[in-house]
């Protein structure tokens, strides 16, 4: 496996490796990998001939209040495990490589980006699409591996590359999750015992509420009012929003129809998690 920092020297490792008629797989990362990580990275060497993995901590998508000088960085740690899993290259770049002196170019998808996430982390969405938009170009992948825990982020970048043509296929991986069902999430080294365990609260309020529109309860209002409550139950007050919205559209929704997300983002102390269910519902 290769580590590099080089935008020539990954752009000469791909081009090698197209020119030997291998198909090019990209796991966009901000490393700390957990197993989430691992998964798209089995997924991409299952998938791909030749699999570039980025471990960047991207500035642009942290506001100026969260954790971007904080966020767990082990890029040795990391590029141990990918070299294990069969990863090709290992691209490392340095933020003053990404984002030179002077640099004014951004990509930000409209209205989907304003609201969910977007309405509380208010530049972040056009930080990611920024960063995804330049490992596009600078690796060229055939396909591009995002897991379903960030589902905005999942849908922003598939309306993205279906918007400004982009040659690649994104490809949605499921959400890993521990044995009490919490999405997994390099984030959760912030947290406590006592808050690790009301974030067992999330799944298990999205759950019920799944459970709730299958039992029959099809208005909206009242599943976000149960989802509110079993949150409530884990200890877990502070709730910014519980959505439903169409997969993967994200227009809002008020009862079942097609495929729903189900998401929601609470704070445990000074961290902010999210999680998702998606249901589909026959037309
Ligand atoms: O999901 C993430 O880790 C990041 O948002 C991504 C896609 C690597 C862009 O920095």
Redesign the pocket.
């Known amino acids: 496996m290769i580590k590099t920092g080089s935008i020539k020297k990954i752009r000469q490792l791909v081009a090698d490796a197209k020119a030997d008629g291998k198909k090019v797989g990209l796991v966009?990362?901000?490393g700390a990998f957990h197993e989430g990580h691992t998964n798209l990275i089995k997924k991409a060497a299952k998938s791909a001939d030749f699999v570039v993995v980025?471990i960047?901590?991207?500035p642009t998508?942290f506001l100026p209040s969260e954790d971007y000088h904080l966020y767990p960085r082990d890029v040795k740690k990391d590029a141990k495990q990918a070299a294990e899993l069969g990863v090709d290259v290992v691209f490392v770049p340095t933020a003053e490589k990404m984002y030179p002196k002077g640099f004014s170019s951004f990509v930000k998808i409209e209205e989907i980006t304003d609201i969910l996430e977007g309405e509380v982390r208010l530049s972040h969405f056009k930080?990611?699409t920024t960063?995804?938009a330049k490992?596009f170009n600078i690796v060229q992948p055939d396909t591009a591996y995002?897991?379903q825990k960030?589902a905005q982020?999942l849908a922003v970048?598939r309306k993205m590359a279906a918007e400004l043509n982009f040659p690649v296929k994104i490809i949605a991986c499921p959400t890993v999750r521990d044995e009490h069902g919490i999405a997994l999430s390099?984030r959760h080294q912030y947290l406590s015992e006592s808050q690790l365990k009301k974030a067992r609260g999330i799944h298990a309020a999205l759950q019920e509420g799944s459970k709730l529109i299958k039992s029959g309860i099809l208005d909206f209002g009242q599943v976000r009012r149960r989802i509110y409550d079993v949150l409530n139950t884990y200890g877990i007050k502070r709730v910014d929003y519980v959505s439903f919205n169409q997969w993967d559209s994200l227009e809002p929704v008020r009862k079942p129809g097609g495929k729903v997300l189900i998401s929601l983002a609470v704070r445990l102390g000074t961290t902010r998690l999210i999680d998702n269910i998606i249901m589909n519902f026959k037309q």
Do not use: A, H, K, R
Request: hydrophobic share 45%; aromatic share 10%.
């Open positions: 966009p990362t901000m980025s960047f901590v991207n998508q930080g990611v960063i995804v490992l995002f897991g960030d982020q970048v390099s």
